[in-house]
């Protein structure tokens, strides 16, 4: 049974930064692109960031570029998202997910985590 679990969430200043990481467990992790999502209240789901299965490449929305960075480790099974200079924009459930390639559109992400919340505070 696949299993992604979320951590990192809470709630922060403007400006600051926060580290999320999602742990995979019940498949081969290596063996699957691993993606970050958010969903604001009343707002749909969106792409935040994705990394390939090796960690060569990564994917960013433009929202985030230069401020998230994606990251995996193989050995731990576990992806991160750095956050850095955070904005009350950013306040969201994040979820972590897996499927085989990295594509933008959630609905085509295989599994999914139960999510971490961020608030960034003013």
């Known amino acids: 049974q696949v299993q992604l679990v979320e951590s990192g969430g809470g709630l922060v200043q403007v400006g600051g930064s926060l580290r999320l990481s999602c742990a995979a467990s019940?498949?081969?992790?290596?063996?699957?692109?691993m993606g970050w999502f958010r969903q604001a209240a009343g707002k749909e789901r969106e792409f935040v960031a994705a990394?390939?299965?090796?960690?060569?490449?990564?994917y960013y929305a433009e929202s985030v570029k230069g401020r998230f960075t994606i990251s995996r480790d193989n050995a731990k099974n576990t992806v991160y998202l750095q956050m850095i200079s955070l904005t009350p924009e950013d306040t969201a459930v994040y979820y972590c997910?897996?499927?085989?390639?990295?594509?933008?559109?959630?609905?085509?992400?295989?599994?999914w985590g139960q999510g971490t919340q961020v608030t960034v505070s003013s």
């Open positions: 997910a897996a499927r085989s390639l990295v594509v933008t559109p959630p609905y085509l992400w295989r599994y």
């Open positions: 019940g498949l081969t992790f290596s063996s699957y692109a």
């Open positions: 990394i390939s299965r090796s960690g060569d490449s990564a």
